[in-house]
Protein backbone atom coordinates (compact mmCIF):
# COMPACT_ATOMS: atom_id res chain seq x y z
CA UNK A 1 0.00 0.00 0.00
CA UNK A 2 1.18 3.51 -0.63
CA UNK A 3 2.14 5.13 2.31
CA UNK A 4 1.94 9.03 3.22
CA UNK A 5 3.51 11.00 5.33
CA UNK A 6 2.27 14.67 6.55
CA UNK A 7 2.69 16.93 9.77
CA UNK A 8 1.10 15.72 12.84
CA UNK A 9 0.12 19.23 13.55
CA UNK A 10 0.62 23.13 12.05
CA UNK A 11 -0.82 26.71 13.46
CA UNK A 12 -1.99 29.46 11.71
CA UNK A 13 -3.78 32.72 12.39
CA UNK A 14 -6.88 33.70 10.50
CA UNK A 15 -5.97 35.69 6.64
CA UNK A 16 -2.90 33.82 6.50
CA UNK A 17 -2.49 31.07 3.56
CA UNK A 18 -1.20 27.88 5.34
CA UNK A 19 0.59 24.49 2.92
CA UNK A 20 0.46 21.36 4.15
CA UNK A 21 2.94 19.30 2.59
CA UNK A 22 2.49 15.35 2.51
CA UNK A 23 5.58 12.81 0.89
CA UNK A 24 3.98 9.66 -1.10
CA UNK A 25 7.54 8.41 -2.03
CA UNK A 26 6.20 5.21 -3.40
CA UNK A 27 3.13 6.26 -5.32
CA UNK A 28 2.04 4.41 -8.38
CA UNK A 29 1.67 5.42 -11.97
CA UNK A 30 -1.95 5.19 -11.76
CA UNK A 31 -2.63 6.67 -7.77
CA UNK A 32 -4.55 9.85 -7.82
CA UNK A 33 -3.54 12.24 -4.78
CA UNK A 34 -6.84 13.00 -2.41
CA UNK A 35 -7.17 15.51 -0.14
CA UNK A 36 -10.26 15.25 2.93
CA UNK A 37 -11.56 17.35 5.75
CA UNK A 38 -12.30 16.36 9.06
CA UNK A 39 -14.18 18.82 11.31
CA UNK A 40 -15.01 17.65 14.73
CA UNK A 41 -17.70 15.08 15.25
CA UNK A 42 -17.95 14.90 11.61
CA UNK A 43 -16.60 12.17 9.27
CA UNK A 44 -14.25 13.22 6.53
CA UNK A 45 -15.56 15.22 3.55
CA UNK A 46 -13.29 15.63 0.04
CA UNK A 47 -11.48 18.78 -0.40
CA UNK A 48 -9.71 18.40 -3.17
CA UNK A 49 -7.92 15.60 -6.11
CA UNK A 50 -5.05 16.01 -8.45
CA UNK A 51 -3.15 13.83 -10.74
CA UNK A 52 -0.13 16.15 -11.13
CA UNK A 53 0.64 19.92 -11.94
CA UNK A 54 -2.00 22.30 -10.04
CA UNK A 55 -5.40 22.12 -9.19
CA UNK A 56 -7.26 24.60 -7.86
CA UNK A 57 -11.08 25.33 -6.52
CA UNK A 58 -13.38 27.33 -4.60
CA UNK A 59 -11.98 25.62 -1.14
CA UNK A 60 -8.29 25.13 -1.94
CA UNK A 61 -5.28 24.32 -4.56
CA UNK A 62 -3.25 21.61 -4.34
CA UNK A 63 0.61 21.16 -5.72
CA UNK A 64 1.95 18.25 -7.14
CA UNK A 65 5.52 18.10 -8.94
CA UNK A 66 6.65 16.24 -11.90
CA UNK A 67 7.60 13.65 -10.09
CA UNK A 68 4.53 12.86 -7.84
CA UNK A 69 6.78 12.27 -4.44
CA UNK A 70 5.00 15.06 -3.08
CA UNK A 71 2.25 17.09 -2.72
CA UNK A 72 1.18 20.54 -1.16
CA UNK A 73 -2.40 21.44 -0.01
CA UNK A 74 -2.79 25.35 0.07
CA UNK A 75 -5.72 26.68 2.06
CA UNK A 76 -5.54 30.59 1.18
CA UNK A 77 -6.78 32.77 3.54
CA UNK A 78 -7.57 30.68 6.05
CA UNK A 79 -10.49 31.44 8.73
CA UNK A 80 -11.37 29.92 12.58
CA UNK A 81 -13.64 27.68 10.48
CA UNK A 82 -10.89 26.17 8.81
CA UNK A 83 -9.64 24.68 11.66
CA UNK A 84 -9.76 20.66 10.58
CA UNK A 85 -8.17 17.71 10.30
CA UNK A 86 -6.37 17.22 7.15
CA UNK A 87 -6.15 13.75 5.43
CA UNK A 88 -3.93 13.33 2.57
CA UNK A 89 -4.32 9.96 1.02
CA UNK A 90 -2.89 8.15 -2.17
CA UNK A 91 -4.69 5.06 -3.18
CA UNK A 92 -3.51 1.88 -3.83
CA UNK A 93 -5.20 -1.53 -5.28
CA UNK A 94 -8.37 -1.96 -4.30
CA UNK A 95 -10.71 0.07 -1.74
CA UNK A 96 -8.48 -0.77 1.11
CA UNK A 97 -8.12 3.03 1.88
CA UNK A 98 -5.80 3.88 4.56
CA UNK A 99 -6.10 7.13 6.30
CA UNK A 100 -3.25 7.25 8.45
CA UNK A 101 -3.24 10.19 11.55
CA UNK A 102 -4.04 13.41 9.65
CA UNK A 103 -2.68 16.55 10.03
CA UNK A 104 -4.82 19.23 12.82
CA UNK A 105 -4.82 22.78 11.67
CA UNK A 106 -5.56 24.85 14.55
CA UNK A 107 -6.17 28.34 13.42
CA UNK A 108 -5.84 31.31 15.90
CA UNK A 109 -7.56 34.18 15.99
CA UNK B 1 -30.50 13.06 -0.93
CA UNK B 2 -29.83 11.13 2.06
CA UNK B 3 -26.06 9.88 1.10
CA UNK B 4 -24.69 7.32 4.14
CA UNK B 5 -27.21 6.39 6.58
CA UNK B 6 -25.98 5.30 9.63
CA UNK B 7 -27.88 4.37 13.25
CA UNK B 8 -27.75 4.49 15.99
CA UNK B 9 -25.89 7.65 16.85
CA UNK B 10 -25.10 7.22 20.03
CA UNK B 11 -25.09 3.97 22.32
CA UNK B 12 -23.79 2.47 25.14
CA UNK B 13 -22.64 -0.92 26.05
CA UNK B 14 -22.07 -3.35 29.00
CA UNK B 15 -18.99 -5.21 28.60
CA UNK B 16 -19.78 -8.34 27.09
CA UNK B 17 -22.63 -7.25 25.30
CA UNK B 18 -23.21 -7.52 21.43
CA UNK B 19 -24.39 -4.82 19.34
CA UNK B 20 -25.03 -4.21 15.55
CA UNK B 21 -23.79 -0.63 14.11
CA UNK B 22 -25.99 0.30 11.09
CA UNK B 23 -25.11 1.87 7.55
CA UNK B 24 -26.96 2.55 4.88
CA UNK B 25 -26.73 3.76 1.01
CA UNK B 26 -28.33 5.20 -1.40
CA UNK B 27 -26.02 5.91 -3.77
CA UNK B 28 -25.54 2.37 -5.74
CA UNK B 29 -21.97 2.31 -4.65
CA UNK B 30 -20.19 -0.41 -4.87
CA UNK B 31 -17.55 -0.34 -2.01
CA UNK B 32 -18.57 0.06 1.62
CA UNK B 33 -16.03 0.28 4.98
CA UNK B 34 -16.03 1.16 8.46
CA UNK B 35 -13.73 2.82 10.00
CA UNK B 36 -13.03 3.49 13.73
CA UNK B 37 -12.00 6.97 14.80
CA UNK B 38 -10.32 7.02 18.85
CA UNK B 39 -10.18 10.02 20.37
CA UNK B 40 -7.27 12.27 18.81
CA UNK B 41 -6.73 10.01 16.78
CA UNK B 42 -6.72 9.50 12.80
CA UNK B 43 -9.25 6.74 10.99
CA UNK B 44 -8.38 3.32 11.20
CA UNK B 45 -10.44 0.73 8.78
CA UNK B 46 -12.16 -2.06 10.26
CA UNK B 47 -13.63 -4.08 7.53
CA UNK B 48 -14.48 -3.71 4.20
CA UNK B 49 -16.88 -5.06 0.93
CA UNK B 50 -15.90 -4.21 -2.58
CA UNK B 51 -19.32 -5.37 -3.69
CA UNK B 52 -22.54 -7.68 -2.02
CA UNK B 53 -21.15 -10.88 -0.36
CA UNK B 54 -17.61 -9.84 -0.74
CA UNK B 55 -15.99 -8.74 2.56
CA UNK B 56 -12.43 -8.43 3.73
CA UNK B 57 -10.41 -7.35 6.80
CA UNK B 58 -8.65 -3.83 7.40
CA UNK B 59 -6.65 -2.75 9.71
CA UNK B 60 -8.37 -3.61 12.62
CA UNK B 61 -10.72 -6.35 12.21
CA UNK B 62 -10.52 -8.50 15.63
CA UNK B 63 -13.95 -8.33 17.46
CA UNK B 64 -16.21 -7.12 14.81
CA UNK B 65 -18.23 -8.85 12.17
CA UNK B 66 -19.54 -7.67 8.91
CA UNK B 67 -22.01 -8.79 5.84
CA UNK B 68 -22.88 -7.41 3.25
CA UNK B 69 -26.26 -8.94 1.95
CA UNK B 70 -27.04 -5.81 -0.35
CA UNK B 71 -25.51 -3.26 -1.98
CA UNK B 72 -27.32 -0.96 0.10
CA UNK B 73 -26.27 -2.39 3.37
CA UNK B 74 -23.16 -2.96 5.02
CA UNK B 75 -23.68 -3.41 9.04
CA UNK B 76 -20.93 -3.75 11.82
CA UNK B 77 -21.27 -6.12 14.54
CA UNK B 78 -19.92 -6.24 17.88
CA UNK B 79 -19.71 -9.32 19.12
CA UNK B 80 -18.70 -8.97 22.71
CA UNK B 81 -18.19 -5.45 23.69
CA UNK B 82 -15.10 -4.53 25.27
CA UNK B 83 -13.96 -1.08 26.71
CA UNK B 84 -11.11 -0.85 23.79
CA UNK B 85 -13.96 -0.92 21.48
CA UNK B 86 -15.29 2.49 22.70
CA UNK B 87 -14.32 4.91 19.90
CA UNK B 88 -16.74 7.01 16.72
CA UNK B 89 -17.66 4.50 14.16
CA UNK B 90 -17.47 5.84 10.55
CA UNK B 91 -19.32 4.18 7.25
CA UNK B 92 -18.34 4.98 4.45
CA UNK B 93 -18.73 4.51 0.70
CA UNK B 94 -17.72 5.10 -3.14
CA UNK B 95 -18.70 4.19 -6.60
CA UNK B 96 -15.48 2.42 -7.88
CA UNK B 97 -12.45 0.70 -7.33
CA UNK B 98 -10.09 3.27 -8.93
CA UNK B 99 -9.61 6.62 -7.49
CA UNK B 100 -10.02 9.61 -10.21
CA UNK B 101 -12.36 12.66 -10.94
CA UNK B 102 -15.26 13.19 -9.27
CA UNK B 103 -15.11 9.83 -7.00
CA UNK B 104 -14.84 10.05 -3.44
CA UNK B 105 -15.65 9.06 -0.30
CA UNK B 106 -18.82 9.78 1.27
CA UNK B 107 -18.99 9.11 5.01
CA UNK B 108 -21.80 8.27 7.01
CA UNK B 109 -22.19 11.17 10.67
CA UNK B 110 -20.58 8.80 13.13
CA UNK B 111 -21.57 6.45 15.42
CA UNK B 112 -20.57 6.85 19.36
CA UNK B 113 -19.95 4.07 20.91
CA UNK B 114 -19.13 4.39 25.04
CA UNK B 115 -18.63 0.55 26.21
CA UNK B 116 -19.19 0.68 30.19
Known amino acids: LAKTTQPISMDSYEGQEVNITCSHN???????ITWYQQFPSQGPRFIIQGYKTKVTNEVASLFIPADRKSSTLSLPRVSLSDTAVYYCLVDDVGFKTIFGAGTRLFVKA | NAGVTQTPKFQVLKTGQSMTLQCAQD?????MSWYRQDPGMGLRLIHY???????DQGEVPNGYNVSRSTTEDFPLRLLSAAPSQTSVYFC???????????????FGEGSWLTVV
Open chain 1, 26 to 32: NIATNDY
Open chain 2, 49 to 55: SVGAGIT
Open chain 2, 27 to 31: MNHEY
Open chain 2, 92 to 106: ASSSTRDRGPGNTIY
